[in-house]
């Protein structure tokens, strides 16, 4: 099936951990929400209107996607089992909101699965882009030149006051969310972090969760993003993300000093013990799971660890969530069941990169 390339524990392009400040900027997101003139919005549209939308949309790129140096595979949302659904939600390549469609909807996913357009979530089309690190302009760039293919041959709901009509007002405007990925364990062990998100919230950003709105920062990994789409252009609002990620960047490398300078036996106990449980435990939960990974991941940048690589760890931080397990051991997992397979996931991954180093020593 075509889908079956995209439920592998292959790493996407976006978790490579390459580009600019990745030791604490993992990835970089943008989205963009439009809709079509002459159907009525998701939430009110026929099951009808919803074919001839994703119709509309999918037929442009699959025809013209070469136009952006893209081949993409479309996948019927409706059409694959509710495990296949989640397993792409995990890989944030599509939202839990089209995950739990009740009217017809589909992704459109380019081959290295940077590229993501949705079609029938809340908006009509949800274009999203994903770079590795710290690369907003890219990002943006890789969104714009596909949102501008669409534009010439669809036409989209926009007033000239009020720019993108979305079926969110809070997405009106530029229809433009941009978000970073940021690991910020010692700004969370120092409780500073409760100072900064109401902080960033006073001047229009918003802190999340790894899985966005309504998800916890699991493994001290927060999302931070745009909150307001109107009355601003895409420039200002990714130069005042940019501003603040920088500022949020560093100021997570002077905690890092701080806590290395104040008790560095501790924190070395700390990260080789949290090393210790995903090398062997034989039971782990997602929570548990998490907690050391940032821990190892911290470890890591701060050279405390020197034979794992890190794309290995954000592999794992995909592939340890329930779906992708079950995916992986292909049968329904209970809670518990899960644990053991998350816990023997870690295991076999960090014993076969131990090996790999220990081999490239050799040589």
């Known amino acids: 099936m075509a889908i079956d390339r995209f439920l592998q524990h292959k790493a996407s392009s976006w978790m ?7 030791d604490i900027a993992m990835s970089t997101r943008i989205r963009l929400a439009r809709n079509l003139n002459d159907f009525r ?7 009808d209107e919803a074919l001839k939308v994703d119709k509309a949309i999918s037929s442009v790129l699959l025809d013209q996607g070469s136009d952006v140096n893209q081949n993409f595979t479309h996948i019927d949302i409706q059409n694959i089992p509710q495990l296949q659904r989640e397993v792409l939600v995990e890989k944030h390549l599509i939202s839990p909101n089209l995950a739990r469609g009740q009217h017809p909807g589909s992704v459109l996913l380019s081959e290295n699965e940077e590229l993501s357009i949705m079609i029938n979530e809340e908006d009509h089309l949800r274009i999203q882009s994903l770079q590795s690190g710290f690369h907003l ?3 943006y760039q890789a969104a714009n030149q596909l949102d501008s293919l669409l534009e010439k041959h669809l036409s989209y709901a926009f007033h000239e006051k009020y720019g993108y009509m979305t079926s969110c007002p809070t997405n009106t405007g530029t229809g433009m969310r ?3 990925m940021l690991h910020l364990p010692a700004l969370t062990m120092s409780h500073q972090i409760t100072r900064i998100i109401p902080a960033i919230s006073r001047i229009g950003m918003v802190v999340r969760g790894i899985y966005g709105e309504g998800s916890e920062a699991l493994g001290n990994v927060y999302q931070v993003s745009n909150q307001l789409t109107l009355g601003k252009s895409e420039y200002d609002i990714l130069r005042e993300l940019q501003n603040i990620t920088e500022q949020i960047i560093e100021q997570e490398r002077r905690a890092r000093d701080i806590l290395l300078s104040n008790s560095p036996m501790m924190l070395e106990d700390r990260i080789y013990r949290s090393l210790g449980i995903l090398t062997y435990s034989r039971l782990l939960s997602t929570e548990e799971a998490a907690k050391c990974l940032s821990d190892v991941r911290l470890g890591i940048d701060l050279k405390m660890i020197e034979d794992i690589d890190m794309s290995i760890l954000n592999e794992l931080m995909i592939f340890m969530q329930p779906a992708f397990l079950q995916q992986y051991s292909q049968k329904p997992l209970q809670p518990n069941e899960r644990d053991f397979a998350r816990a023997k ?16 020593d050799f040589r």
Do not use: H
């Not at 919005?41 to 099951?47: D, G, I, L, T, V």
């Not at 870690?346 to 790999?356: Q, S, V």
């Open 41 to 47: 919005f998701p939430y009110a549209f026929s099951e």
């Open 178 to 180: 941009a978000s970073v």
């Open 16 to 22: 490579t951990n390459t580009g600019e400040n990745t």
């Open 345 to 360: 996931l870690f295991r076999e991954r960090l014993k076969e990169e131990k090996a790999n180093s220990e081999g490239e």
């Open 137 to 139: 302009q890219e990002a």
